[in-house]
């Protein structure tokens, strides 16, 4: 390889800056615009919608009177619902905005085929809506990750389809011909989602398979949603932004290959660990553990290779939100997949199975891992996309800490309720009501933890709101560091 | 790797590998498991499992409907697993053949309440499972499971009398004099479905334990 093309192979695309370049990528983001932010948008809408019945099942957990008149909002749909909203409202949404936009620059194409996605777009947030109206009025599936009634996931496997079809047309159109590390997991995760969400369906929804088997392939898909969907899209966004904002080469190539395949060959076979103890064939859930910790290797040679290429350059976390955000992502999600391997033990497992530790786990992962690079990724986005910088640097603040701190009030007590829970519900001596009262404090500290999620979320929601109020008004270059020394908003173009 | 092909049969293959091994593999060795045929200690002839007909299965519909496996579970960990058994969730513990007619299976990753997969034996009385429902606080003082207060009708009480089926209400969950809250239909199936719950079937990759058997 040349100096270049080692270069290419470790940056995102960022060789030198010519000013031809520049313009290039510029015609390309605006080319963005319009599709991207639909995504965007309504993912937020979801997101906003979604934190509400989040709040609402949250409170009923440890206040079981409230709002209990109302069939429509009992705990058993509020929280599926509460799930379907956040998982393909506003993750699968604003991750599918970020792809788009990550694939337009690294196969340096200006957006082909708007319509399309736009169209796709119009479905997925009408299926979706179907949908999770169905939940509310009792037409749930019960099926974790797939509650969504059978006559709504069709129109949603509609318009991925679309996305995929835009994909592979972006793909075949590009310009650049090396492929960055980034591309390889949106190219992975674009091709995934369709095969899993269209095998879940037809043997869950529409020709239910038999018995346990159901079991088995709903974990299969549920575990893969986050494994082969959110995951790819989050790494490759880290592993796009982080080299981009702090200006150097991720730290090694080879762990990045490794880290790839390694993710791709042991991930999909993790699902059953889901069903430890459960009433399945033994060879299955041990293939499932051991799957489980060899996820070591992938997630081991992804955080040296993300947390080594920030070395050094901590101090420009002060100064950019993206990097922020990302980088609390990027370690959040070696936490969690450590957790996850410590949870699919059989000794560990026995314990928190049932718990309220698998929730804060999940939280930990799509929202401390995915959510937070996605608004990360938006922070360098949006500006681009629309020309305008962020209106607030105080909103940025309240976003981030409302969410980094609503997070670890969120996991950590949790967690630690959770493995208190399943110590106690495995001593036949103690009474299961004596059990679920000590869960209490947890669950209401979860309530507040919400709320601080939520602040964040609307503080978030304003200031984009507000930014694209001004889309007619003057131009703004973005910059990459937002915030500087004396904490006003810096004007210089990085 | 700059391959696109290459990348693009590598993704395949990788997922194919599990679709094959998760997926295909379980439903060739399950989906073909048949009920269980035995001769009990009294010579009856025992075929088991047995599809749920009438009310128990449309309240196994409100049981799906309502989202009760976000609070239960319905397996039993083997003993020496966990402590299911000393609990009481059921007398052995499950395994595939007792689930092959459920449609969805609800085996729940959540024990916000207790294993119900054998609730049936354990708790066989309406009057309480109405009561409990209705609110859980009458019958399980602390209880966080939600009150199902719409699966009842608040109504006057006829002239004949109080219903047969009225729930028997006191102290700070009696209503006025003159009316009675009686269960609606899906209440009714709900609680025939609970009923319906049981895993008191010897089957031989999962017998039940030799001490209880003898008891019965």
């Known amino acids: 390889m040349s100096s270049t093309n080692t270069l290419k192979a470790l940056m995102p695309g960022d060789v030198q800056s010519d000013p031809a370049r520049r313009a290039m990528l510029a015609e390309i983001d605006a080319s963005c615009r319009v599709p991207v932010l639909f995504f965007v948008v309504s993912g937020l809408m979801w997101l906003l919608l979604g934190t509400l019945l989040a709040l609402v099942a949250s409170i009923k957990l440890h206040n079981p009177e409230f709002l209990a008149a109302w069939e429509w909002l009992t705990f058993g749909r509020v929280r599926p619902a509460h799930l379907n909203t956040v998982i393909y409202g506003f993750a699968s949404q604003t991750g599918i905005g970020v792809t788009l936009w990550l694939m337009c620059r690294l196969c340096r194409v200006p957006f082909p085929a708007p319509g399309l996605t736009t169209v796709a777009a119009l479905f997925w947030n009408l299926g979706l809506t179907i949908g999770v109206v169905g939940i509310l009025v009792g037409d749930s599936t019960a099926i974790e990750w797939l509650e969504l009634p059978r006559y709504s996931t069709p129109i949603l496997f509609f318009s991925y389809a679309l996305v995929a079809v835009w994909s592979v047309i972006t793909f075949r159109l590009r310009r650049e011909r090396h492929l960055y590390v980034s591309q390889w997991y949106l190219l992975a995760a674009l091709l995934w989602f369709p095969w899993l969400y269209a095998t879940a369906q037809i043997m869950l929804l529409i020709e239910p398979v038999r018995g346990v088997v159901q079991a088995s392939v709903n974990w299969w898909f549920a575990h893969n949603v986050l494994g082969l969907w959110f995951t790819p899209i989050g790494l490759g966004a880290i592993y796009y932004f982080i080299p981009k904002v702090v200006g150097r080469p991720i730290h090694s190539y080879y762990l990045s290959v490794l880290g790839f395949w390694s993710l791709a060959l042991f991930y999909n076979w993790n699902g059953l660990h889901h069903l430890i103890g459960g009433p399945m064939p033994a060879w299955m859930i041990t293939v499932s553990v051991v799957a489980s910790v060899m996820m070591l290797i992938p997630v081991i040679t992804v955080a040296i290779n993300h947390h080594f290429t920030m070395v050094g350059h901590f101090g420009k976390l002060r100064h950019s939100p993206t990097l922020r955000f990302i980088v609390f992502g990027a370690m959040a999600y070696t936490l969690t997949s450590l957790q996850g391997v410590a949870n699919s033990l059989r000794s560990y497992s026995e314990i928190v199975h049932f718990t309220h530790h698998t929730v804060a786990h999940a939280h930990l992962g799509v929202y401390g891992f995915f959510t937070m690079v996605m608004f990360g990724s938006l922070y360098y986005i949006v500006p681009r996309i629309t020309q305008r910088e962020w209106p607030s640097l105080a909103l940025i603040s309240v976003h981030f800490w409302g969410c980094a701190l609503g997070l670890i009030l969120y996991v950590v007590p949790l967690s630690y309720g959770g493995i208190l829970q399943g110590l106690g519900m495995n001593d036949a001596s103690i009474p299961f009501l004596k059990v679920v009262e000590g869960t209490l404090p947890w669950l209401r500290i979860r309530t507040g933890a919400g709320l601080l999620l939520a602040l964040g979320h609307v503080a978030f929601v304003v200031n984009l709101g507000w930014l694209l109020c001004r889309v007619f008004g003057p131009y703004r270059k973005p910059v990459v560091e937002l915030f500087t020394e004396t904490g006003t908003a810096a004007v210089t173009a990085k | ?216």
């Open chain 2, 1 to 216: 790797m700059n391959y696109g092909p290459l990348l693009f049969l590598g993704i395949l293959f990788t997922l194919a590998s599990s679709w094959v091994g998760l997926v295909l593999m379980p439903n060739r060795q399950l989906g073909a498991l048949t009920a269980n045929t035995s001769t009990n200690d009294t010579g009856v002839v025992v075929v088991y499992p047995q599809p749920r007909h009438g009310e128990a299965q449309q309240g196994a519909e409100h049981y799906r409907s309502l989202g009760c496996v976000y609070c239960h579970s319905q397996q039993v960990r083997p003993e020496g697993f966990g402590s299911d058994i000393e609990r009481g969730w059921g007398r052995r513990r499950t395994v595939s053949r007792d689930y092959l007619y459920d449609k969805p299976v609800m085996l729940g990753t959540s024990r916000t309440g207790p294993d119900l997969t054998n609730i049936g034996e354990r708790q066989s009385s309406h009057d309480w499972h109405y009561s409990h429902l209705y609110n859980p606080q009458i019958t399980s003082k602390g209880s966080v499971m939600p009150p199902y207060p719409f699966l009842f009708e608040k109504r006057r009480v006829p002239a004949s009398g109080p219903s047969s089926d009225a729930l028997k209400l006191s102290g700070e969950f009696a209503v006025e004099d003159g009316w009675e809250v009686v269960p609606r239909p899906q209440a009714r199936q709900l609680v025939e479905y609970l009923r319906s719950l049981k895993t008191t079937v010897d089957l031989p990759e999962a017998p039940l334990p030799k001490a209880a058997a003898v008891e019965e």
